[in-house]
Structure formats: C-alpha cells, structure tokens
C-alpha cells in the first residue's frame, strides 16, 4: 500500500482540482522545487507546507509534520509573539521579540518576513497609526507576489490564510480610518474570491461572516451619506 505522504497530499489535490504548479506556487516557491516537494525529492519547511497547503483550501493542523529542531525554535519565538500581542496585550514586549525574531529568520525567507510585517502592522494598529499599518500589510502582500490587484483581477487566484489575513486588514483599517468606499472595494473583492474560490472550512468560518459584516456595514454606511448628501443640496435651495 502507497504511503499517503505529503507531498503525494499536494499532488493528487492539485491534479482533483485542476489546478497548475504555477498556480499553487506563485510567491511561495519554484515550479521545480514543487515538483521535487510532491514527488518527495524534497521535504518543504514546515511554514512553506502550510502555506501550499493553504492554497488548496486544506488546514495544515490536520496533519503530522515532523519539524526541525531551527523550525521549532521558530515556532516557539511566533507563539510568544502571538502572546505578547494578544493575551498581554504588550506592544513593545512584542515589539522587541519581533526584533529577535527578525535577526534570527534570513531576509530571503518571505514567509518569515511577511509574517513580521503583518504583526508589525497589527503593531501600528493598536497606536491607531492606520495609513502606516495598511503600507506595512501591502508590503507583506508583495512578499508573496500578492496584491489588491491581481485578486480584483483573479477571482481564482490562490490565496494563504495570511494573504486572506492582510486582505481583510486593509479593508479594515482603511474602514477605521474614515476610508468608507476604498474599504468596500477590499470587502467586496474578497467576498467574490472566497465565492469563486471556495476555501477549506476552517478559513471559510473565521473570515466570510467577518467580511460579509464589514462589508454590509460599509454598504450602510455609505448609502446613509449619500442620502445626507442629497438632502443637503436640496436644503441649500431654501
């Protein structure tokens, strides 16, 4: 019997879903260090597998992964980050261990360094520097060839649970900053990828009522303005 390895996973996933290597792989890795992943030739790094994981809609936590001890040293260093940003609440505690975290990680790891960004920027968040936050999160985005573009351009264009996570920050803040209708467009445009590109249940759950929310919250929001706005013409006629 056939060993149901990962890289046997990625392959016979990709072929179901008719999906090219370029495709599954754009920002993330080579073609060729694909094919050497799925015909297991190669074994990704722990951080890469979840994110080809991701763009075939699959949650990596299903599966068994046997981590380098460099790899779970990493690990350890982004859950104490995770805490000191969500459970401590503690910006410059995080902020200093994003630092050590940066030294320790190469800068040509992408995923390593977009995963710094995008906490640098939930960093600004919480200081409400939002204009600083979103260039932070675009910045993130083009460490795997993403942007606003090419998903508004690509309903079916592949996306990582963290490019899904940056997304929906944009939106959010450009929201939170008074940027009302810039917000809808995000909203809107990942409301269409997630329909046109249906994702794996767990990432399905945990973004589309957010993004459904925000977005019918912007709509209001904006048709209540247009309204005021048109009342205020005609109240300047008297």
Same mark, same amino acid.
């Given at each position: 019997?056939?060993?149901?390895?990962?890289?046997?996973?990625?392959?016979?996933?990709?072929?179901?879903?008719?999906?090219?290597?370029?495709?599954?792989?754009?920002?993330?890795?080579?073609?060729?260090?694909?094919?050497?992943?799925?015909?297991?030739?190669?074994?990704?790094?722990?951080? &890469?597998?979840?994110?080809?994981?991701?763009?075939?809609?699959?949650?990596?936590?299903?599966?068994?992964?046997?981590?380098?001890?460099?790899?779970?040293?990493?690990?350890?260093?982004?859950?104490?980050?995770?805490?000191?940003?969500?459970?401590?609440?503690?910006?410059?505690?995080?902020?200093?261990? &994003?630092?050590?975290?940066?030294?320790?990680?190469?800068?040509?790891?992408?995923?390593?360094?977009?995963?710094?960004?995008?906490?640098?920027?939930?960093? &600004?968040?919480?200081?409400?520097?939002?204009?600083?936050?979103?260039?932070?999160?675009?910045?993130?985005?083009?460490?795997?060839?993403?942007?606003?573009?090419?998903?508004?351009?690509?309903?079916?264009?592949?996306?990582?649970?963290?490019?899904?996570?940056? &997304?929906?920050?944009?939106?959010?803040?450009?929201?939170?900053?008074?940027?009302?209708?810039?917000?809808?467009?995000?909203?809107?445009?990942?409301?269409?990828?997630?329909?046109?590109?249906?994702?794996?249940?767990?990432?399905?759950?945990?973004?589309?009522?957010?993004?459904?929310?925000?977005?019918?919250?912007?709509?209001?929001?904006?048709?209540?303005?247009?309204?005021?706005?048109?009342?205020?013409?005609?109240?300047?006629?008297?």
């Amino acid at each position: 019997m056939e060993n149901n390895t990962l890289g046997r996973i990625l392959r016979e996933n990709r072929e179901k879903q008719k999906l090219s290597k370029q495709k599954v792989c754009r920002g993330l890795c080579t073609v060729m260090a694909l094919s050497r992943y799925e015909s297991d030739e190669r074994i990704p790094d722990k951080f &890469l597998m979840d994110a080809l994981l991701e763009r075939l809609g699959f949650q990596p936590s299903k599966y068994e992964f046997v981590a380098s001890d460099q790899e779970f040293e990493y690990s350890m260093k982004r859950a104490q980050i995770e805490k000191l940003l969500y459970e401590k609440r503690d910006v410059q505690a995080c902020r200093e261990a &994003l630092q050590e975290y940066e030294k320790q990680v190469q800068e040509k790891e992408r995923l390593h360094r977009q995963y710094i960004l995008l906490k640098k920027g939930l960093i &600004l968040g919480r200081e409400e520097k939002y204009s600083d936050a979103i260039n932070v999160f675009e910045q993130a985005l083009k460490c795997t060839e993403c942007s606003e573009t090419n998903v508004a351009n690509q309903t079916d264009i592949l996306l990582t649970n963290t490019e899904t996570e940056l &997304l929906y920050l944009i939106g959010k803040f450009l929201y939170i900053d008074g940027k009302k209708k810039d917000a809808c467009t995000y909203f809107r445009m990942l409301k269409n990828q997630m329909e046109q590109r249906p994702a794996g249940k767990e990432k399905w759950k945990e973004y589309y009522p957010c993004i459904l929310y925000r977005l019918a919250q912007c709509e209001f929001e904006l048709i209540i303005m247009a309204q005021v706005m048109s009342l205020s013409c005609r109240l300047k006629k008297y």
